[in-house]
Structure formats: C-alpha cells, structure tokens
C-alpha cells in the first residue's frame, strides 16, 4: 500500500510563494500524479498532474503561476506556487496511480492513492 505525505503548507499574502511536497513511500517513476485542492465549501478540483515522462498539464486559473515537478531520486512531487492569489486558498491534496502508463489522469475519481492533505490560506 502506498503512502502519500503532503507538506510545505501555510499562510501567506497574496502574491507570494509557496512549495508543496508529497512524499511517496513507493517508486514514482512511472505514476501518473497529480495536485488537487478543495476550497471551503467547493468540491475537489483538479490543479495539475504529471506523468511518467514528465509531460505536465495544468488548469487555465494556474497556468504560468505553479509548476508541478517530480523529483524520482527522492519519490517525491512537488508543487511550485508563486503569485499566489486568494481564490488558490484551499486544502491541497496530492494523488497518484500506477494503472494509466504513459497516459495521467485528471479526475479525482481516477486516482486510488491519496494523501491527508495540506491547508494553503492566501490573504488580501
């Protein structure tokens, strides 16, 4: 059974940084992962995913503020948050699958793997 850890979230004002971790207790190298989040009183969304050869996809409200990254040598997955802005506030969670090969996913429901979750506030 995998195991997924998030950390590296906090408080911060709008238009700073930040950079989330998820650390895997098994071989990343060929999962397909992703971030999601879930705002107060949203449902879960999809932020960005990452496949095995490293081909990225982001959702429009994201693009060209976080970049999503996986470092293999340390099974971990990151995301890299800059310009952050309020609406970005939310409980980010990182998931990851095995099943999809070269193929990602980028529902939720796709996705079996899980971690607890890390809470980013972005104040005005």
């Known amino acids: 059974q995998v195991q997924l850890v998030e950390s590296g979230g906090d408080s911060v004002e709008a238009g700073g940084s930040l950079t989330l971790l998820c650390a895997a207790s098994g071989d990343i190298f060929s999962a397909c992962m992703a971030w999601f989040r879930q705002a107060p009183g949203k449902e879960v969304e999809g932020v960005a995913s990452?496949?095995?050869?490293?081909?990225?996809s982001y959702i429009s409200s994201v693009k060209g503020r976080f970049t999503i990254f996986k470092d293999v040598a340390k099974d971990t997955l990151y995301l890299q948050m800059n310009s952050l802005k309020t609406e970005d506030t939310g409980i980010y969670y990182c998931?990851?699958?095995?099943?999809?090969?070269?193929?990602?996913?980028?529902?939720?429901?796709?996705?079996?793997?899980w971690g607890q979750g890390t809470q980013v506030t972005v104040s005005s």
């Open positions: 998931a990851a699958d095995w099943k999809y090969g070269s193929d990602c996913a980028s529902e939720a429901s796709q996705f079996r793997y």
């Open positions: 990452i496949n095995r050869h490293m081909i990225t």
